[in-house]
């Protein structure tokens, strides 16, 4: 055996799905627990660098080892009520959406389904990121509650990317992570193009689909039936010419508080 063989055995100690023989059994079920159980316990999604972080000296694992592990874990789950999902942060233990009414009896108080106000702000977000509180409201051709940037804000939903350089300087808005992974999305890719919405009824259809799902995050979410943004705190923009829309003048304004972001469901 040559020398060059030798040493290229030598460095193959990490494990390795490529080769399923080869593969100690103990340690692949001994990584897939602990991944598991670092999953159920964490509030938020784990990517691969924190994975590796937390595992990769003390079990002795590269990165590659760790999606191979999330891919036998995922196997695993597959027919069970959980399941393992990649959102935009990373990776998460959650419950199945076909589960998600029987979960909902654990809390009494359902929480108020997010207006069509509030979903068609946030879908220009989406879409048209950075954009600015008066290019929403010119789309809209209403002017914009406060309580909706709020809720959005306080959701965690979208955040503050900037100013846009023109007088007044208004804030421009995009989304964040915290939403892709209430949608269970990994990146705005994966949400419907444009081209597909120009259409009202697609358009319609798609804010419906919005709205299930982000409300299948509050329905099972332990917070209060308080108050959010409805199309009735909208005001034709005629009516609020004298308030600049992006001086943010208002945005402290508004009555009662957002409802809190609510959490992941292990």
Same mark, same amino acid.
């Given at each position: 055996?040559?020398?060059?063989?030798?040493?290229?055995? !030598?460095?193959?100690?990490?494990?390795?799905?490529?080769?399923?023989?080869?593969?100690?059994?103990?340690? @692949?079920?001994?990584?897939?627990?602990?991944?598991? +159980?670092?999953?159920?316990?964490?509030?938020?999604?784990?990517? *691969?660098?924190?994975?590796?972080? #937390?595992?990769?000296?003390?079990?002795?694992?590269?990165?590659?080892?760790?999606?191979?592990?999330?891919?036998?874990?995922?196997? =695993?789950? !597959?027919?069970? +009520?959980?399941?393992?999902?990649?959102?935009?942060?990373?990776?998460?233990? %959650?419950?199945?959406?076909?589960?998600?009414? @029987?979960?909902?009896?654990?809390?009494?108080?359902?929480?108020?389904?997010?207006?069509? /106000?509030?979903? &068609?702000?946030? !879908?220009?977000?989406?879409?048209?990121?950075?954009?600015?509180?008066? &290019?929403?409201?010119?789309?809209?051709?209403? +002017?914009?509650?406060?309580? *909706?940037?709020?809720?959005?804000?306080?959701?965690? @939903? *979208?955040?503050?990317?900037?100013?846009? &350089?023109?007088?007044?300087?208004?804030?421009?808005?995009? =989304?964040?992570?915290?939403?892709?992974?209430? #949608?269970?999305?990994?990146?705005?890719?994966?949400?419907?193009?444009?081209?597909?919405?120009?259409?009202? %009824?697609? #358009?319609? /259809? /798609?804010?419906?689909? #919005?709205?299930?799902?982000?409300?299948?995050?509050?329905?099972?979410?332990?917070?209060? $039936?308080? =108050?959010?943004?409805?199309?009735?705190?909208? %005001?034709? $923009? !005629?009516?609020?010419?004298?308030?600049?829309?992006?001086?943010?003048?208002?945005?402290?304004?508004?009555?009662?508080?957002?409802?809190?972001?609510?959490? =992941?469901?292990?």
């Amino acid at each position: 055996m040559s020398e060059e063989t030798t040493n290229q055995d !030598a460095g193959e100690q990490d494990l390795d799905l490529a080769s399923p023989p080869q593969v100690d059994d103990e340690r @692949w079920g001994m990584l897939e627990r602990v991944l598991e +159980a670092l999953l159920l316990a964490s509030d938020q999604p784990l990517s *691969i660098e924190q994975l590796h972080r #937390l595992l990769g000296n003390e079990l002795g694992v590269t990165k590659k080892d760790l999606r191979a592990g999330l891919e036998r874990l995922e196997a =695993t789950l !597959a027919g069970r +009520a959980a399941e393992l999902r990649e959102v935009a942060s990373g990776f998460r233990i %959650q419950v199945r959406p076909d589960y998600a009414e @029987w979960v909902s009896k654990l809390w009494q108080e359902k929480p108020p389904r997010l207006s069509r /106000a509030l979903l &068609e702000t946030l !879908a220009l977000v989406c879409y048209r990121q950075p954009i600015t509180r008066g &290019e929403i409201e010119e789309v809209r051709g209403v +002017a914009l509650s406060p309580n *909706i940037i709020r809720t959005l804000l306080e959701r965690n @939903w *979208i955040r503050e990317v900037g100013v846009k &350089e023109v007088p007044g300087r208004p804030s421009l808005f995009g =989304t964040t992570q915290q939403l892709l992974d209430d #949608l269970s999305l990994k990146s705005l890719d994966d949400l419907p193009s444009l081209p597909e919405i120009k259409d009202p %009824q697609q #358009l319609e /259809a /798609a804010l419906q689909k #919005l709205g299930e799902q982000l409300h299948e995050v509050s329905h099972v979410a332990d917070a209060p $039936a308080g =108050t959010t943004a409805s199309a009735a705190e909208d %005001q034709p $923009a !005629a009516d609020d010419e004298a308030a600049p829309a992006d001086t943010g003048a208002g945005d402290e304004a508004g009555e009662g508080d957002a409802p809190p972001a609510p959490p =992941t469901v292990h």
